[in-house]
């Protein structure tokens, strides 16, 4: 699996900076979605002890402070850019790719504590940003990452969930509880492959992310399709399935309840109404029970909800930072 990084730290990086010809196209498709958002961001790499290469955008005031933008397990770190005109006047947003998916490196999970691989790489991040506690927002898989770097490690300053977060139920729907059988999961992320990768990526946002998909721009899907070419993403992203759950039921790590619910940070539950993992009802329990939380259901959005049209999720995640 690629591990490694061939490509400069100590700058900005351009789509020629890359080695491998995938990666050109995924950074270049990446660099037009940044464009099509009229977004100066900078696209930059780490070296971790923990995962290898660590890939992050980062745009806004250099002087603001610090937001730390989590995406979901099958999105990349660019699925946040869309967000960033809501805050980058005030705020430095800061979006990594979790190991696996964008230029991230793509390190196996398999035999892993999942609990600290899943943030380790954030907190070297982090202590490689000298960044202390950032303001978290989280989305689906992001929105455990961010519950367990506010209750392992103490690194979160105001903490906000958009999207139905992992950490709240070891239910999973169908296709996600068929991904965590191995081999079976290598015949569906084979048949999940085939066809074109564009086609694909537009009816896999329409299944799983999004209600209204028409605020999403072409390129947002020719980004996603670049995705499925990227060296080791395949392969890293199969073993992260396998050790998430077995046939069926979710790892005890995606039902963490009893512990979120003594998160003492100014928290904000932002949950549509046609999530694909979980109806709002399954969230606002655990909201009502955390010291400082706050709970928002949106009518008829999905999983993913800034992307719905609108900019109702840009004013509650701005207005909730802001406090």
């Known amino acids: 699996m690629?591990?490694?990084?061939?490509?400069?730290?100590?700058?900005?990086?351009?789509?020629?900076?890359?080695?491998?010809?995938?990666?050109?196209?995924?950074?270049?498709?990446?660099?037009?979605?940044?464009?099509?958002y009229d977004l100066a961001v900078e696209s930059r790499v780490t070296e971790t002890d923990a995962a290898g290469r660590v890939h992050y955008l980062v745009g806004g005031d250099p002087e603001g402070e610090p937001v730390l933008l989590l995406?979901?397990?099958?999105?990349?770190?660019?699925?946040?850019?869309?967000?960033?005109?809501?805050?980058?006047?005030?705020?430095?947003?800061?979006?990594?790719?979790?190991?696996?998916?964008?230029?991230?490196?793509a390190p196996s999970y398999r035999d892993r504590n999942l609990r600290s691989f899943l943030v380790a790489y954030l907190v070297a991040l982090l202590d490689d940003l000298a960044i202390d506690r950032p303001h978290v927002v989280g989305n689906s898989h992001g929105g455990l990452q961010?519950?367990?770097?506010?209750?392992?490690?103490?690194?979160?300053?105001?903490?906000?969930?958009?999207?139905?977060?992992?950490?709240?139920?070891?239910d999973l729907p169908l296709l996600f509880r068929l991904l965590t059988v191995r081999g079976l999961n290598?015949?569906?992320?084979?048949?999940?492959?085939?066809?074109?990768?564009?086609?694909?990526?537009?009816?896999?946002?329409?299944?799983?992310?999004v209600v209204d998909a028409s605020a999403i721009p072409a390129v947002f899907y020719e980004?996603?399709?670049?995705?499925?070419?990227?060296?080791?993403r395949e392969e890293s992203q199969r073993s992260l399935a396998t050790a998430q759950g077995s046939y069926g039921r979710a790892h005890p790590l995606f039902d963490i309840r009893n512990e979120i619910v003594g998160?003492?940070?100014?928290?904000?539950?932002?949950?549509?109404?046609?999530?694909?993992?979980?109806?709002?009802?399954?969230?606002?329990?655990?909201?009502?029970?955390?010291?400082?939380?706050e709970f928002h259901e949106l009518p008829e959005h999905g999983h993913t909800p800034w992307l719905e049209p609108g900019d109702e999720v840009g004013k509650l995640v701005r207005g909730f930072l802001d406090r």
């Open 2 to 36: 690629n591990t490694d990084t061939t490509v400069p730290q100590d700058r900005a990086l351009s789509p020629d900076d890359w080695p491998n010809p995938a990666e050109r196209r995924y950074a270049d498709a990446q660099t037009r979605l940044a464009d099509h």
């Open 71 to 105: 995406h979901g397990v099958g999105t990349p770190a660019a699925t946040w850019l869309p967000l960033f005109p809501a805050l980058t006047d005030e705020y430095r947003v800061y979006v990594p790719d979790r190991p696996g998916l964008g230029l991230s490196a």
């Open 146 to 170: 961010s519950f367990l770097l506010a209750i392992d490690h103490d690194r979160v300053d105001r903490l906000q969930l958009v999207g139905a977060p992992g950490g709240v139920s070891r």
């Open 186 to 209: 290598r015949a569906l992320f084979w048949l999940m492959s085939r066809g074109d990768p564009v086609e694909n990526a537009k009816q896999s946002m329409q299944r799983v992310n």
């Open 223 to 232: 980004l996603l399709a670049a995705g499925q070419d990227l060296p080791g």
């Open 263 to 293: 998160v003492d940070r100014p928290t904000q539950f932002v949950w549509g109404t046609d999530d694909t993992f979980w109806p709002p009802d399954v969230g606002r329990p655990v909201a009502e029970k955390m010291p400082d939380a």
